[in-house]
């Protein structure tokens, strides 16, 4: 059985701090590997995707680890807006992906 | 750009009764296209998926059925709908084998 296990959370961090989540992933073939953000009541919305080399995007870093099958995601200066469940993503190469049931993350002022 | 339209909204349906949801995609041509549900606290279960008119694939069994009728337009029914149906039920589309793209849901309660 395909699974992505992560750790619910809650994250509580205050503004302007550092946070990363990790997530396991269990099949070895996997291909692709995303996070997504999903806000309260709100559909997902894909974040970025990860790459083997690592990837950045503001202040936004994911990295992939295949060799011990897990994907961090790490957030700097954390935002109010950045409140929301994060969602680990994995993709078999095929039609479907595995989604994990999301850390949740709450910055307060 | 591309753009994905659920409807409705919200949802309360009594047990036993039917079921359509509609999602229709723009922007695209030939999308794979998914039905997911997402219980109150648990993760995405992807119903069904398609890479095709008429071509459905099912993930988990259920009373829950699924449509391509057009290229661009995904139909999740249910001739009568359980208590267990109840759910945020969310539409995606992709290109190829890549990542996918959420429709705004439908959250559904059956009393």
């Known amino acids: 059985r395909k699974e992505v296990e992560q750790d619910p959370g809650p994250f509580n961090v205050p503004e302007g701090a550092t946070v990363a989540f990790n997530c396991t992933y269990s099949n070895s073939a996997s291909q692709s590997f995303f996070w997504y953000r999903q806000d309260c009541r709100k559909e997902p919305k894909l974040l970025m995707s990860v790459y083997s080399s690592g990837n950045e995007d503001g202040r936004f870093t994911a990295q992939l680890n295949r060799a011990s099958q897990y994907i961090s995601l790490l957030i700097r200066d954390s935002k109010l807006s950045d409140s929301a469940t994060y969602l680990c993503?994995?993709?078999?190469?095929?039609?479907?992906?595995?989604f994990g049931k999301g850390t949740m993350l709450l910055v307060s002022p | 750009s591309q753009t994905i339209h659920q409807w409705p909204a919200t949802l309360v349906q009594p047990v036993g009764s039917p079921l359509s949801l509609e999602c229709t995609v723009e922007g695209t041509s030939n999308p794979n296209l998914y039905w997911y549900r997402q219980a109150a606290g648990r993760g995405l279960q992807l119903l069904f998926y398609?890479?095709?008119?008429?071509?459905i694939s099912s993930e988990v069994p259920q009373n829950l059925s699924a449509s391509r009728p057009q290229d661009r337009q995904f139909i999740l029914s249910s001739k009568k709908l359980l208590l267990s149906d109840s759910g945020f039920y969310l539409c995606?589309?992709?290109?190829?084998?890549?990542?996918?793209?959420f429709g705004p849901g439908t959250r559904l309660t059956v009393l």
């Open positions: 398609s890479v095709g008119i008429g071509q």
């Open positions: 995606a589309w992709s290109v190829l084998r890549n990542e996918q793209f």
């Open positions: 993503v994995v993709s078999d190469g095929y039609s479907t992906l595995t």
